[in-house]
């Protein structure tokens, strides 16, 4: 045999990754078919989107493409595009490729998706109507600015209820994505450390993370959270300093990478400098871990969110920044000074994918706790669905002047909070798999103990 014949033999992973789409595909497709049904309708039109300009000039926006759109395809840069889907025929792609010499248009069509689908080529975006014009109660998903003559988006709700309640559970294609950008972002999260150790300021560390991920700031899954010293404690810090600071004393980079339209979505913080600090954030890994492990089959995520208060209350009276019982502090409320935010969301085709508050696929929410208004995801966890597992303690200046004026005050240890405040706050997020039964998957720590087999 050729050279040249070995080199064009697949992969095992290419071969699995085939099977696992097609299987991916023929879940949809069935699903699909049975939620057109079950609304009446008799085929849905899903429109990849189209770029938006910036008021009153010529540059584009990034392009987001419509998720339930890349749900069905590896696509994530074809505005224009549409994809057809039908009862009993197989899916058409509508793929829009310019000839457009002032922009890099899509590629031609190749992959392993390819052979699944009914293909049509366009050069015009006007050009896709005649595809869409079907007989019978059309559903067009999209947004309005998609719209192509009578071909307007109509979004069902009820369509639409059923389609981002079953997104929640993913497939085996789905699951290889997101270990695959795990795979990506943990080397980027490595050399953004480094940089943080040799006193980068935080838009070289930034620019550590892009080149080792192989990314751009335009396709980044969303924008990245670099931050030194106080600035960890802004939730979602988004500016980044040219100049690094007169002591780098923490990091808490929250940074994500994509693969195939799959984001992954990690948040670390490093410090080595301080020993009170360091105690903090070996006491946040525990809580972090122990956590993680509750994601189980069957288990109410809004548990774990309530779980990761009572733990948060536990360490901060044990590294004695509220002198308070742990129950008082969960009576007072005063854990949510420290750890405003929630427990995690899903995670997917979006950072913090759709669905995550619904009860069932009719659009019945399952309501928060209360007293507990930012938590993302509500639902009873099932084997396949993927989540993020964040807990975070912060020193947030207005938060901690709300609580100064409060009777709990005189039970906090203000140098101490002072001390740690220079700091900014913590926060560990891994992305997580539940499984059919047993321990879940951490996707993230499998990535850093696989760069780290790697070095060794």
Known sequence: MSCAGLAARP??????????????????????????????????????????????????????????????????AHPGSWLVLRPGHRPKIVYHQPDDYWHVPPADPKGFWVEHFE??????PEEALQHLRLPGRLAIIGEADAALGDCVPNNPPALLNILHYQRAVKSDYELAQLRAAQRRAVPAHRSAKAAFQAGASERDIHSAYLAASGHTDRDLPYANIVALNEHGAMLHYQHQDLAPPAASRALLIDAGADVNGYAADITRTWCGTDERFDALLAAMERVQLALVDEVRAGVDYRDIHLSAHRRMAELLSTQGIVRMSPEALLAERVTSTFFPHGIGHLLGLQVHDIGGLMADDVGTLA????????????????????????????????????????????????????????????RIEDDVVCAADGAPENMTRDAFALADASES
């Open 119 to 124: 293909l049509v080529l366009i050069r015009q």
């Open 367 to 426: 309501p928060r706790p209360e007293g507990h208004p930012h938590l993302r995801m509500t639902r009873k966890l099932e084997p396949g669905m993927v989540l993020t597992i964040e807990p975070g303690l912060y020193f947030i200046p207005s938060l901690l002047k709300r609580l100064a004026t409060t009777p709990t005050s005189r039970w906090v240890n203000w140098g101490l909070v002072q001390h740690l405040a220079r700091f900014g706050g913590v």
């Open 11 to 76: 992969t095992g992973l290419a071969v699995a990754m085939a099977e696992w789409y097609g299987r991916h595909l023929a879940g949809l497709q069935a699903r699909a078919e049975a939620a057109l049904a079950r609304c009446g309708y008799d085929a849905v039109l899903i429109a990849a989107g189209i770029e938006k300009h910036a008021f009153l000039d010529d540059r584009p926006y990034q392009f987001q493409v419509n998720p339930l759109f890349k749900l069905w395809l590896p696509l994530t």
